[in-house]
């Protein structure tokens, strides 16, 4: 019976580790509808290649550009963008 509750302990722990890591962001902000708000709020959180992504569909412009606008963004902000 041991055995039994450590499979499916097992089976558990496994499934968590796959969902989380489904491709969906950490941080419950959809990005196709995100805002000039949330995309604080991603800097804030660490998760620059996020906030370049929403950048990129609010502002409708190429990576590189949105990439230089976000670290601007993330060099004014306190938090872990800035390390």
């Known amino acids: 019976m041991t055995m039994t509750w450590v499979i499916v302990a097992a089976v558990v ?13 950490p941080h419950n902000i959809d990005l196709d509808t995100a805002t ?10 660490g998760h620059k290649i996020d ?10 412009v190429d990576l590189k550009t949105a ?4 670290e601007r963004l993330a060099a004014k902000l306190p938090g872990p963008t800035r390390t």
């Open 13 to 25: 722990v496994l499934l968590f580790i796959v969902l989380s890591r489904s491709g969906r962001p």
């Open 67 to 70: 990439k230089e606008a976000v």
């Open 51 to 60: 906030a370049i992504k929403v950048y990129r569909r609010l502002h409708d």
């Open 36 to 45: 000039e708000g949330d995309l604080t709020r991603l800097l804030m959180g």
